[in-house]
Nanobody
């Protein structure tokens, strides 16, 4: 069992930056694909980014490519999402997720473990 806890959300003006963190416990995440998703009010959960166990070849949604960076520290059992040039449409609850294996996927159903989420609000 993997327990995930997100932190770092908050209120920021458009153009600003935030760094989200996800702390894992219960098991090492070194063999897991780690992902970030978000859910805006009235919308379905949306893929944001994912990274393989080795940290290489991250996968991003087109809407965040070039602005967001996902990274992981297996030694500390953490994953981060650096968000720059934030836009009001980035406003959502952001979730950290984990799945066993090597395949990077944007499908929420492929991730077995989820955090509770952290709110990000971007004002215009």
């Amino acid at each position: 069992q993997v327990r995930l806890v997100e932190s770092g959300g908050g209120l920021v003006q458009a153009g600003g930056s935030l760094r989200l963190s996800c702390a894992a416990s219960g098991r090492s995440i070194s063999s897991y694909v780690m992902g970030w998703f978000r859910r805006a009010p009235g919308k379905d959960r949306e893929f944001v980014a994912a990274v393989s166990w080795g940290g290489g070849r991250p996968y991003y949604a087109d809407s965040v490519k070039g602005r967001f960076t996902i990274s992981r520290d297996n030694a500390k059992n953490t994953v981060a999402l650096q968000m720059n040039s934030l836009k009001p449409e980035d406003t959502a609850v952001y979730y950290c997720a984990a799945r066993m294996g090597l395949v990077l996927t944007a499908a929420p159903s492929e991730y077995a473990y989820w955090g509770q989420g952290t709110q990000v609000t971007v004002s215009s």
